[in-house]
């Protein structure tokens, strides 16, 4: 194994990108006696040079095109942080591949878009492909699924992947205040984005879980055949009420597999409030993995932030610098399956649903009517307060019922005059 | 790479030998879809031949003397699975690595006493030397530690590292039994030994957290100065007082870095109720890891039993085949670190006292005494229920106090001739 120091180039210098700097600067000489060779930053590249980072980049050698890194004979790999599933990161790691050069990358968009065409371009120019930082970067749960539980066949996997999401979701449940006045506050706090819709909407932990889920179950990554929903629709009332149910409301990423085939898909639901999993509040993330040898195994770590995510890229760098190179979805591309998808429609869950109706006689009746017409089964209903002619809420949970009779019914409901706005249909995950 | 099969040879049949046979018969495909080589059992070894184990054996070769397959061609690594820090596991392992053999042990107690003898015998003969099942076979840690988290600097790791205890706590919160009737009924199930000791005097848990604590910090592992403390002495009454109190009592194995000195114990203490490692429960055992960059990390899953132990040995030979070889102890073993301990009587903590005294006048001005004595100050003070002439329980929590001042005072406090029996003293871990 070679002992020369592994020269990297860092493309794109933004909180992640920085923080590798930060750690390799203050723990170079850790790192080198952990992996037995230094890692040295070769050259760093970004849009703007003249950016304020808090951290002397001076001294490093500034490459304006970030492609030029790619024939470049003194950069042994380069660190693509520049995020997004097209445009110069795409390019730049197909250059890279192609060339035979290691890539190290933070970019779940583009995996999750793209993984498989890359997997192949990285086996077929063995050029190592690592993306730990990709998904909850202070859990080491790439590493984790890949190796460390390699003797198992995984059945599925629940993970809490975006940490904007869990922590709205705990500050709407601590303080009882609504999405909207959370959201801000976690805006200005520097936990949600200006734009904010990549994670509310859930397609953050869309990218996250396609990556989770080809790795666990050796399948391509398809994003396509994940169905997401964000939280903007789970209201204060929502979480009240499932705290009373004996729930918590997490933004959940499944991954499941049931005889050969597979399920995967991001939504808020019910989790219940004495599981591990529901105790995961605030920014951090956390994934559950169910294997058949190593029984349950639950990580729970920082998801994001410049130390996690930088920690975890360093890692891969690491590992590269021990001359490790696995498959980049833990089996090699032409094994990875086509995977036969679960109708999520005949998926038989329990419900929680919402309703604000008007408090008026016979109201209860053309709701029973519906679920009846749709096969569901009330397991517990609880309408609280009364007045007369106002809007109520009416909060009930269901018997396990297939998803497509309980959206159907939802549909229904949602057309009826008693109705001030549409019921909030969560599904109840009980593991 | 080589593509070769990795063939192994077993010596050790029992529940984690039978459990690695199984793995292989099961997942031989899988594994080798996933590591590039197939793992093929060259031979079996144990001391009893004729024992029924729950799977056929007859289709591999049997080796009488272990110590033979160290010197066999047709056996490219051994897995040791006899058990015990000396007798035939601590021969078979130095005279493979002396061979540069390949070992995959599960070994704690040998690598707690011997280790940094044997990791200069591996880097010297350039003989990988594996042990993720040593420590909670359900959770990929020393993976995690000496890999998934090798940016950080480590600052200090707790572990619930021994299912046993932690069962039978959890068995005495949620039943109010006492330990002894909880102790025989784990024993009826399984979950504790006939001589239990090794567990519940937290021996077991001890070289568990000496090989941790010297991965974290990059020391050798040092078994002598590793202060362990059992639970025997915990009863329910103490149990049920620290939930009044808004705690659960766990026995930790704490690692601890503080200004470049170590300290490393394993003592049942107080744990906030709300922390997520006091709700890991039953068999399940936890690692908590606070590091620079990742922050907190926390890894919960099953530590022992034929799945998950074998799941990590089985983990390990697939880093084998991948032809990975890491230092030991995550450093080479020239610079693990001869540490300089914390003296443990100046160590500063909060603490938990129950005292059974006689109910009478002058008693507590008698332990008010002892205390002020002492210099611990009292943080809350109850006594539950009266019964003058009587038996009664007084329970008391304190402000920060040194070790050796409360030690004292606990010593004073037990030759008092009001308290019936010794104090329970136990510290209160706030992380």
């Known amino acids: 194994m070679s002992t020369a120091p592994l020269r990297i180039g860092i493309v794109g210098l933004g909180t992640v990108g920085t923080g590798v700097v930060k750690i390799l600067e203050n723990h170079g000489g850790l790192i080198a006696a952990r992996t037995g060779r230094r890692i040295e930053i070769g050259a760093v590249s970004a849009r703007d040079k003249t950016k304020a980072r808090g951290v002397d980049l001076t001294r490093y ?26 445009g110069i990161a795409g390019q730049l790691v197909r250059a890279c591949l192609k060339a035979g050069k290691p890539v190290v990358t933070a970019n779940k968009a583009l995996l999750a878009r ?68 959370v959201l801000k506050a976690a805006q200005t706090l520097g936990y949600a984005e200006a734009d904010p819709s990549f994670d509310i909407d859930g397609i953050d932990a869309a990218h996250k879980l396609c990556l989770l889920s080809a790795l666990a179950f050796g399948h391509r990554p398809d994003f396509e055949h994940l169905p997401v929903t964000g939280i903007r629709h789970v209201s204060a009332k ?92 833990g089996l090699p591309a032409a094994q990875l399956a086509v995977p036969e998808w679960i109708d999520d429609g005949a998926v038989v869950s329990e419900y929680y649903a919402r309703m604000v109706v008007l408090d008026k006689p016979g109201v209860l009746a053309d709701i029973s009517a519906i679920l009846r017409d749709h096969s569901i089964s009330v397991e517990s209903l609880l309408q609280r307060g009364r007045d007369p002619g106002k809007p109520v809420s009416i909060v009930m949970t269901t018997h396990p019922a297939r998803h497509a009779d309980m959206m159907g019914a939802a549909q229904a409901l949602a057309s009826l005059k008693s109705l001030s706005q549409k019921p909030c249909v969560l599904r109840i995950e009980t593991f």
């Open 238 to 329: 929502d979480i009240a009420f499932a705290g009373e149910l004996g729930y918590r409301i997490k933004l959940l990423g499944i991954a499941r597999r049931v005889d050969g085939r597979i399920m995967q898909r991001v939504e808020p639901c019910l989790v219940p409030a004495d599981k591990e999993i529901a105790g995961v509040e605030g920014v951090f993330n956390a994934v559950f993995a169910e294997t058949d040898f190593a029984d349950d195994s639950l990580f729970i770590g920082r998801g994001a932030g410049e130390g996690p995510a930088a920690s975890a890229v360093v890692s891969d760098l690491v590992d590269l610098a021990r001359g490790h190179n696995l498959p980049v979805f």
């Open 61 to 86: 050698r500034w490459a304006d095109d970030p492609l030029s890194l790619v024939q470049d004979q003194k950069i042994d790999a380069v660190v693509e942080l520049a995020g997004g599933a097209d």
């Open 114 to 181: 793209h993984g498989f065409e890359l997997a192949q371009l990285a086996e077929t120019q063995k050029a190592p492909l690592l993306y730990e930082a990709a998904v909850a970067g202070g859990i080491p749960i790439i590493k984790a699924l890949r190796e460390g539980l390699a003797a198992n066949d995984i059945r599925a996997l629940y993970g809490i992947l975006n940490g904007t999401c869990n922590y709205i979701l705990t500050e709407m449940r601590e303080t009882g205040k609504d999405f909207g006045v």
